[in-house]
């Protein structure tokens, strides 16, 4: 019979993908060092539940081999079947375990040149493998491949190149040719673009193209993965969660750290830009590229530039998507009612040393008695049953639970949606050119009860006047709004994942024969989430408007910058609760957060932000073989930042939680907030000869209002000075 099943799962192989992620993530459970490859078969399909196939005929099912205590299938599998000529492959619940065809492979070496001789440091790959080596400084490689594959020679700076592989297996010459598009590509650094060859820094960059290819709320999820260097995590999967930056690695000890992320030069938040509207993001990863920020850019700096108005008749784009959003991780809980109360009592037998008898009751949640038990286990051979109970001789408990309530399933769905609409104008001539954008991002939230939903309104307005031919006028303005409404527990901002795995009982029911919430539903949250009386709401407002002037004083030699900015945060945060009634007995009403009680709490934020620079940029004609960019200027900077909070107890109506509609008592409002301000002169002196020889100087003369009068001042600077060679232009 399992014959028959590898054959049909060959049959599938080649086109089914894996839906078994958890499946291969369970662990299993030895007793023994040393077992028969039957054996450890049969422990896998008993204590997991998958199906193993195998062709009897192609392994050896007698082979006796080493097993550790406890791993997961997948890592159990790829040694157990290490050296049998066998693999295996997950396909919903079953394991197929397949011959591996043996392919004959011969060894290729040979050159890799360009038209000046031999080229080092190229990769040479074997195209869907993870064959690869690189070149020596010779050029020569060696590579193991079957005859016909496909050979891939790639390096920066070249075209890729690729060869059959045939019966001539050395003494192969592989010439490739120069590809200098992204060598003269350009990259937006500190207060200016360069070409990506007269990069004297660590600066990495991504273009439109990768960020509109992902629908996402946010423009760091769509960058996480694309940039060497750039780490970005988030502490959870809310459309409206920031996240955190890290740019190679540790920042400092204790203190940490995080990036200075500017938009189209002016420091603001990845939450509050349309993606659709970037043009490019660079990371300035080290001390050289950096330096022009001064202290703030010590970890890093995050360059957002918005896309430019294309000149010509108007262009209008739109682009709409629906995304299915899928959890990467899902918890392996027990929701059989008898397995976790098996589970409970060993663990509680274990704990005591079985020095004390079992409760009446499991965290005041569940009743427990051994006749309890005996019918669970009953009423689970005989589905017809009722599996709540009513309960005599208890003082707490009116009721008996049997049941066996996934209650995960229930908080959670498998998936949910996100919409995504875009529109956008473009056009212009010669004298003035215009950008208008618009977007709407929708997002439902990841549980079942609650309601919970993320709307975001993204609005943008770019163009460019020229004023005389040496004075143009560019500005930039933009508005987001966000309104995100999400359930909470009735304790106020208790953890509901937490809860769960309080009070989440697979014993327990949601609800009592009477109606009534349960223990487990009221103290895990459910209850609440499902009544929709305990919520909060976060509602954002971004607003950005930077207007800026170039003077070209001398053509192609000498420019002028100028600008301003002026940036607007409000966010407003509500949070709701009232106490959640249930029952442990008929007739018996209990509330579920009691002691906190109904109220209301809002609070408002308010940032105003506001920045100047002016710089000049030099570039002489110093002739064929040197060049020379000099940047100087001066950038100050200042935000106020001013939060209040009110809240008063005593909802009336719960469906009405206003704070004329409360008869509890008013809390004094709090107020709070920081000022701060910096100012600074920045420069930068970029050189190059014959584009071999490159050397840049940059630093910043930067002050503070952050720290005390004798040290509101400091130098900052690359120590030494950054030079570079390049060899492929040597």
């Known amino acids: 019979m399992k014959q028959l099943i590898a054959m049909l799962a060959c049959i599938l192989l080649s086109s089914s993908v894996s839906s078994g992620i958890f499946a291969q993530t369970q662990n299993v459970r030895f007793s023994r060092e040393r077992m028969k490859i039957s054996e450890v078969f049969s422990a896998i399909e008993q204590q997991t539940g998958l199906t193993v196939a195998y062709n009897e005929s192609t392994l050896d099912l007698s082979g006796v081999v080493s097993v550790p205590s406890e791993t997961n299938v997948s890592d159990l599998l790829a040694s157990v079947l290490k050296n049998t000529g066998n693999s295996f492959y997950f396909h919903g619940k079953m394991i197929l375990v397949y011959k591996e065809k043996q392919v004959k492979t011969s060894t290729y070496s040979g050159i890799v040149v360009d038209k000046a001789g031999p080229v080092a440091g190229a990769a040479v790959m074997v195209e869907g493998t993870d064959q690869v080596t690189v070149t020596g400084v010779d050029g020569k490689f060696a590579i193991n491949a079957p005859q016909g594959a496909v050979l891939k020679v790639s390096m920066l700076g070249y075209k890729e190149f690729t060869a059959t592989a045939g019966p001539q297996t050395d003494n192969l010459r592989f010439l490739v040719e120069e590809d200098n598009r992204l060598l003269d590509e350009s990259v937006v650094v500190g207060y200016a673009s360069m070409k990506k060859r007269d990069l004297v820094g660590a600066v990495d960059q991504v273009k439109s ?104 008749r108007p262009v209008i784009n739109y682009n709409g998507s629906v995304t299915v959003n899928r959890r990467t991780v899902v918890p392996d809980v027990i929701t059989d009612g008898q397995d976790w109360l098996d589970w409970w009592k060993d663990c509680y037998n274990g704990y005591y040393n079985g020095s004390k008898s079992l409760l009446s009751h499991i965290d005041s949640t569940v009743p427990y008695s051994e006749a309890i038990y005996s019918e669970l286990v009953r009423r689970k051979k005989d589905p017809s049953l009722s599996k709540t109970t009513t309960l005599e001789g208890s003082s707490m408990f009116g009721w008996a639970y049997m049941e066996s309530t996934d209650w995960y399933d229930l908080f959670y769905k498998d998936y949910n949606w996100s919409t995504e609409h875009n529109l956008s104008v473009s056009g212009g001539g010669d004298m003035a050119d215009y950008y208008i954008s618009g977007r709407f991002y929708d997002m439902d939230g990841i549980y079942k009860v609650g309601n919970e939903d993320y709307k975001k309104y993204d609005l943008r307005a770019k163009g460019t006047l020229k004023v005389r031919p040496w004075l143009h006028i560019t500005n930039n303005i933009s508005m987001s709004v966000v309104n995100h409404y999400e359930p ?13 795995n309080h009070a989440a009982m697979p014993l327990s029911p949601v609800k009592n024969p009477d109606g009534s919430w349960t223990t487990a539903a009221a103290i895990s949250g459910y209850a609440a989430f499902s009544e929709g009386s305990s919520w909060r709401t976060n509602d954002y407002m971004y607003l950005r408007e930077k207007i800026s002037a170039d003077v070209i004083m001398i053509k192609d030699v000498l420019k002028a910058s100028v600008d301003y900015s002026y940036n607007y945060t409000s966010r407003k945060r509500v949070d709701v609760q009232n106490p959640v009634k249930y029952s442990k007995k008929p007739g018996e009403v209990m509330l579920e957060s009691a002691s906190a009680g109904s109220s209301r709490q809002q609070v408002t934020y308010f940032t105003r932000y506001q920045a100047a620079n002016a710089y000049l940029t030099l570039s002489p004609n110093l002739g064929k073989n040197n060049s020379l960019t000099l940047l100087a200027g001066w950038n100050i900077e200042e935000q106020k930042y001013e939060t209040l909070n009110v809240s008063r107890s005593g909802i009336i109506t719960p469906s009405k939680p206003s704070f004329s509609l409360m008869n509890g008592t008013t809390t004094d409002p709090v107020a709070g907030g920081n000022a701060w301000s910096y100012v600074g002169a920045f420069y930068r002196l970029n050189y190059s000869y014959r584009g071999r020889y490159l050397a840049e100087l940059s630093g910043r003369y930067d002050g503070s209002s952050k720290f005390p009068s004798n040290s509101k001042w400091g130098i900052f600077r690359p120590v030494p000075s950054r030079g570079a060679y390049q060899m492929s232009r040597g």
């Open 209 to 312: 193209d990768v960020i509109e290819n992902r629908s996402n709320g946010n423009l760091a999820r769509s960058l996480q993965g694309e940039i060497a260097g750039l780490n970005i995590s988030f502490t959870d999967s809310k459309p409206s969660r920031s996240a955190s930056f890290n740019v190679r690695g540790t920042t400092s000890v204790g203190a940490g750290g995080s990036s200075l992320v500017l938009i189209d030069g002016v420091e603001g938040s990845l939450n509050s830009i349309n993606p659709q509207d970037v043009e490019s993001v660079s990371v300035l990863k080290d001390a050289s590229s950096t330096a022009v920020y001064g202290a703030r850019g010590a970890f890093g700096v995050i360059l957002v530039t918005t896309k430019n108005p294309q000149k010509g």
């Open 488 to 500: 909470k527990h009735s304790r106020n901002n208790f953890n509901v994942q937490r809860a769960i």
